[in-house]
C-alpha cells in the first residue's frame, strides 16, 4: 500500500491497523517513497560482530616511534603555533 505523506497524517490509525494485519506501507512525499513501515516481527536483524583485528586500519600506525607517547603527541598537536 502507498500513502502520501498527507494521508498518513490524516489516517494514521487506518494505517497502522494495515502494520498490525502484516501489509507493508510505503509513505511518499512529492510522488517518491521517502519510508516504509513495516511490523517490527518483519524486520530481520542481521548484526555481524567484528574482529577488530580483521579491520584494516587497525593498528596502521603501530610502527610510529613518534606516537609511542599518545598524550605527548596531542598535547604536541594542540600547542599554539606562535607566542604571542
Known amino acids: 500500500m502507498q500513502l ?12 497502522l491497523d494495515a502494520v498490525k494485519r502484516g501489509e507493508q506501507i510505503e509513505i511518499t512525499f512529492h510522488g517518491k517513497v521517502v ?5 517490527p516481527e518483519a524486520i530481520t536483524k542481521s548484526v555481524t560482530k567484528v574482529n577488530v583485528e580483521d579491520v584494516s586500519a587497525f593498528g596502521m600506525w603501530a610502527d610510529r616511534d613518534d606516537m609511542a607517547d599518545v598524550d605527548a ?3 604536541e ?3 599554539p603555533r606562535f607566542k604571542l
Open 73 to 75: 603527541y596531542i598535547r
Open 35 to 39: 519510508a516504509v513501515m513495516v511490523a
Open 4 to 15: 502520501s505523506s498527507k494521508d498518513l497524517r490524516f489516517h494514521t490509525k487506518s494505517a
Open 77 to 79: 598537536l594542540r600547542k
